[in-house]
């Protein structure tokens, strides 16, 4: 005789689970990007609301990465439901070839994070001929 019996998870250790099969682990919250180029100069805005930037975000380049670091703190108070996700948050980007740390500037306003540095000049395609070289003769 066969039994079968059904078990239960929350979305949250379901999730955890299908993520270890994949090798990776549960992700932590992520900052949603947007990257745009403004006339000579490229833009990245980060939503990152209620957080203080004094205390809570930091910038940083180092070795052709842009790394946004900070932590959304949790308020003290008895709360029924939240769908606020409080916790440390890193993301970290690409920047453009040549990009300096003095080049990077950024700014807070209105729960958004606008970082800006140049834009990456255009390179035009070149096409690179192949030489054929003849096998030697044995």
């Known amino acids: 005789m066969t039994t079968t019996s059904v078990v239960r998870r929350d979305g949250a250790s379901l999730m955890g689970e299908l993520m270890s099969w994949f090798g990776t682990v549960p992700m932590q919250q992520e900052i949603k990007v947007e990257e745009y180029q403004e006339g000579e100069r490229?833009?990245?805005?980060a939503d990152l609301p209620g957080v203080d930037?004094?205390?809570d975000i930091s910038v940083t380049v180092d070795d052709g990465l842009l790394r946004l670091h900070g932590e959304r703190r949790a308020e003290e108070h008895d709360r029924y439901r939240t769908e606020i996700r409080y916790g440390s948050f890193d993301?970290?980007?690409?920047?453009?070839?040549?990009?300096q740390p003095?080049?990077?500037?950024a700014e807070y306003a209105d729960g958004v994070l606008t970082v800006t540095m140049p834009a990456p000049a255009p390179v035009e395609p070149k096409a690179i001929p192949v030489t054929h070289r003849e096998a030697p003769v044995e």
């Not at 993301?91 to 990009?99: A, D, H, Q």
């Not at 003095?102 to 500037?105: E, K, L, N, S």
Request: hydrophobic share 30%.
């Open 102 to 105: 003095g080049d990077v500037t």
């Open 42 to 45: 490229r833009i990245v805005r």
């Open 91 to 99: 993301r970290v980007l690409t920047l453009p070839s040549g990009t």
């Open 53 to 55: 930037p004094d205390k």
